[in-house]
């Protein structure tokens, strides 16, 4: 009896939570206020990534190198917290960048791909991304940015609307996507659990190191060339630190200096990027 009044007043705290809007974070288990539901987070997605994709160049014609990409992420998408319809693909650009679209697609540029030296690097960005979908980063930094009546009416006419209206909501979309930037708190959230991810998909977590200082010698020496990575995800030597200083007290055991088990592998598939982009 005792057990079952329980049950009762946990199925009313969860009534009274969502009634407000209020969700648990998959990835930190804290409250937060959400109003887009899943299933319009996952449309928004959907609807706008063929605009994001054409915007970068469109798919690497080549489906080995997809097909690889895809193996990669699908590791860490397994180990996320949220479960969603994750979908990793490698995009034409040569502007170094990554990113993620509410709802679990997730895209990495050749220009980063062609610039990485070992599996683990393409692990640590995929893995950061996976953690923006399952934290529910973007569709927050929506609608902390937007309003979130307006995206989720937005989100209502870009998938059901009349042709031009739907393709005007969809514009408005990809705007209020692309100007998102992610606060602080969300990079750190994604370092720390990417570096959590790494782990439980059995990648060696100094990759993330490896990346970062990537992205920042990148940044220094093709300021022009650089895309938008740095302003979505803003970059400080102090990240670098922090990420140094949660593998020597979770990850100890790992070395920087462990050659990476799929290092060969990945420069096979840099090698058929390089002859695909040459075509
Ligand atoms: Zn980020």
Not at 221 to 244: M, N, Q, W, Y
């Amino acid at each position: 009896m005792k057990s079952c009044l329980r049950v009762v007043s946990i199925v009313l705290l969860v009534c009274v939570l969502f009634a407000a809007g209020c969700t648990i974070n998959p990835v930190t288990g804290k409250k937060q206020l959400t109003f887009i539901p899943e299933h319009q987070e996952i449309a928004l997605g959907v609807r706008t990534a063929p605009q994001f994709e054409k915007e970068f160049g469109g798919k690497v014609d080549n489906l080995e190198l997809q097909e690889y990409v895809a193996e990669v992420g699908a590791k860490l998408a397994a180990v996320s917290d949220r479960e969603m319809p994750y979908e990793f693909a490698l995009l034409s650009s040569d502007v170094p960048n990554a990113f993620a679209l509410p709802g679990g697609k997730i895209y990495i540029t050749a220009g980063l791909f062609a610039n990485m030296t070992n599996e683990r690097q393409l692990a640590a960005v995929l893995a950061h991304e996976t953690v923006h979908v399952a934290g529910m980063h973007s569709v927050q930094g929506l609608q902390r940015q937007m309003g979130a009546a307006i995206v989720a009416e937005l989100i209502g006419v870009a998938v059901g609307g009349e042709h031009a209206e739907s393709a005007e909501a969809a514009t408005k979309l990809v705007a209020g996507l692309r100007n998102l930037k992610h606060s602080r708190e969300d990079e750190s959230q994604a370092d720390e659990y990417g570096l959590k991810y790494m782990y439980q998909a059995a990648y060696n977590p100094w990759g993330m190191v490896e990346l970062l200082e990537l992205l920042q010698s990148l940044s220094q020496s093709k300021p022009g060339l650089f895309g938008d990575f740095l302003a979505t995800h803003p970059l400080t030597s102090r990240r670098i630190e922090d990420v140094r200083d949660i593998i020597a007290q979770d990850y100890s055991a790992y070395s920087p200096q462990t050659p990476d088990p799929h290092g060969q592998h990945f420069k096979q598939m840099r090698g058929l990027l390089e002859s695909v982009t040459k075509e």
